[in-house]
C-alpha cells in the first residue's frame, strides 16, 4: 500500500479516484481501494452441488445483520471445496457485502462462520496489512464515500448491482492509523446503537403481525367464543365486538359472522408512480427527490435524482405514507413500506398505497405486509431476467376478510401506539445514520 500515489495514477484508476481529492481532510491521503485490500467475490455453485451438511455456503439471507450468521445458508461437500473452493473459505474478522439490493449493510465473519463459502454475489474484504484498520475498513464500506461510488458505477435499471471491476475502480480515503483506529471506535458505537433500534423494530412488528394473524387471519377469538371459551388475553369489552360464529363465504371459506370479505384491491386506492423519464430528474438536488425501489431500502442518498416539475399531486408522498413495491427481485424487493424521509415525487414500480377510511390504515398496512410471502409467490411465477411482477390483476383476484368498524377502532387503540413507536424509532435510526456518513467525506 502506497499513500504517496500521484495525481496521474490515481486519474488512471478510475474518476471516482480522482474526485476524492478535492474533499481529502488535510493529514488524510487518497489511494486506489484495491492497494488498501484483497477482495474476493463467491464462486458461482450450481444447486446440484447443494448438500444436507458439510460446509456452510454464505448467502445473502446470512449477511442481513452486522455478523455473519448460518441461518439460511446451504451446505458443500468438504472435500468437492477442498478439491474446488478451498481458496473461497472466509476468515474470522473478514467483511462481507452484497454486491446488490442494499448496499452499505457490511457483515463481519464470527468464528462460528469462519471457513465457510460466499456464494456469488458476495464479496470478500480483508485489509492487505496492518496500516489498514479493519474497524475503520468496516466504517469505509459503510460509508457513503463508498456506497455513493458503487451506486454510480451499478448496473440495472430496477436493481442496481456492481462488481469486482467497479471495485478496481473505486477510492479509499486513508487517514493516519490513530484516526482510522478512532473513527472505526465512533461507528462501531454508532453500529451498536443503529442494532438496538433494529431489534425493538423487529420485535414491535413480531407483536404487531402476531396479534394481527391471531384477530383477522386465524380468527382466534371468534373461535373462542363458538366453543364456549373465553378469548384469550382480551377484556370483556374487546372480546363482545368479535362475533361467535362463522358463516360461508364462496371465496373465503371460514367468515366471522358480520364481516365482509372484499378483493385486495378495493380495501384502497393503489395509485402506481410516475414514469422516470417524466420527472426530468437532475442531479443537482433542485426540488423534490425522486423516489425508486433503491430508496425504499437506503432512503435519499447521493445517487438519488431530483426534481422540480410541476407533477400532478397524486405523486407525490410524503412521511408516514404506504408505499408498496411492487416489481423486481421477488425475494428482496416486493415489500411494503412506511415513508419516513418527507415530501418527494414517486416513481413507477410503487404503489402509494391510500385507505379509504383513515380508521382502516393499520389493517391495510399490516394486511399488505402479512401477504409479503404471497406477493413473493406471485412475482417468482412470472420471473423473468431475475425480475418478476404482482399487477393489479393479482391484487383484484386476491380476497381478504375485514371487520366492522367498532373492531378497527379497538384494534387501532392497541396496535396504533406501536407502530407509530416504530416509525419514530426509525426517523431517530435514520439521524444516527447520518451522523455516522459525517465520519467520512461523501
Not at 495525481?7 to 484495491?34: D, R
Not at 391495510?364 to 411465477?381: C, G, N, P, Q
Request: hydrophobic share 40%; proline share 6%; glycine share 6%.
Amino acid at each position: 500500500m502506497n499513500p504517496s500515489v500521484d495525481a496521474a495514477q490515481l486519474q488512471g484508476a478510475g474518476s471516482a479516484i480522482a474526485s476524492f481529492q478535492s474533499k481529502c481532510p488535510e493529514g488524510w491521503c487518497v489511494i486506489p481501494l484495491t492497494d488498501a485490500v484483497s477482495f474476493q467475490e463467491g464462486p458461482g455453485i450450481l444447486a446440484k452441488d447443494f448438500r444436507d451438511e458439510g460446509v456452510p455456503l454464505l448467502r445473502l439471507k446470512c449477511i442481513e445483520g452486522d455478523y455473519v450468521r448460518l441461518d439460511g445458508c446451504n451446505f458443500l461437500a468438504p472435500e468437492m471445496v477442498a478439491k474446488k473452493w478451498d481458496h473461497f473459505r472466509v476468515h474470522d474478522g473478514d467483511l462481507l457485502i452484497s454486491t446488490s439490493a442494499t448496499l452499505g449493510r457490511v457483515s463481519v465473519v464470527t468464528p462460528e462462520s469462519a471457513g465457510g463459502i460466499p456464494y456469488t454475489g458476495l464479496i470478500r474484504f480483508r485489509p492487505k496489512d496492518t496500516r489498514l484498520d479493519i474497524s475503520y475498513l468496516k466504517a469505509f464500506l459503510s460509508s457513503a464515500a463508498f456506497v455513493s461510488q458503487a451506486e454510480s458505477m451499478a448496473t440495472g435499471s430496477v436493481i442496481r448491482h456492481f462488481g469486482p471491476s467497479h471495485i478496481r475502480q473505486m477510492a479509499l480515503f486513508l487517514p493516519p492509523i490513530s484516526e482510522q483506529i478512532e473513527i472505526g471506535a465512533i461507528n462501531s458505537i454508532l453500529d451498536e446503537r443503529l442494532r438496538a433500534i433494529r431489534e425493538t423494530n423487529a420485535t414491535l412488528e413480531a407483536i404487531v403481525q402476531t396479534l394481527f394473524k391471531s384477530w383477522f387471519v386465524d380468527f382466534d377469538p371468534v373461535r373462542a367464543k363458538a366453543e364456549g371459551r373465553e378469548p384469550d388475553g382480551l377484556d370483556a369489552t374487546t372480546a363482545a365486538l368479535f362475533p361467535s360464529t362463522f358463516e360461508d363465504d364462496t371465496a373465503i371459506a371460514a367468515t366471522p359472522t358480520g364481516w365482509s370479505s372484499s378483493a385486495l384491491y378495493d380495501l384502497a386506492q393503489f395509485i402506481n408512480g410516475a414514469a422516470y423519464k417524466a420527472f426530468e430528474p437532475n442531479a443537482e438536488r433542485r426540488g423534490l427527490p425522486i423516489i425508486k425501489i433503491a430508496e425504499l431500502k437506503a432512503g435519499v442518498t447521493s445517487q438519488t435524482a431530483f426534481s422540480e416539475v410541476d407533477m400532478p399531486l397524486k405523486y407525490r408522498i410524503d412521511s408516514n405514507d404506504i408505499l408498496f413495491s411492487w416489481s423486481g427481485n421477488p425475494d428482496t424487493s416486493i415489500d411494503t413500506f412506511v415513508w419516513s424521509h418527507g415530501a418527494a415525487w414517486l416513481n413507477q414500480h410503487i404503489f402509494r398505497v391510500v385507505p379509504h377510511d383513515p380508521h382502516e390504515r393499520s389493517f391495510v398496512l399490516l394486511t399488505l405486509k402479512y401477504l409479503k410471502s404471497t406477493f413473493a409467490e406471485i412475482a417468482r411465477d412470472k420471473q423473468t431476467t431475475g425480475l418478476g411482477h404482482v399487477t393489479v390483476a393479482d391484487l383484484k383476484r386476491l380476497r381478504v376478510v375485514k371487520p366492522d368498524m367498532p373492531l378497527l377502532k379497538e384494534w387501532n387503540k392497541l396496535v396504533d401506539p406501536l407502530i407509530e413507536r416504530a416509525f419514530l424509532t426509525q426517523q431517530q435510526a435514520q439521524s444516527l445514520a447520518q451522523l455516522r456518513d459525517t465520519l467520512l467525506p461523501a
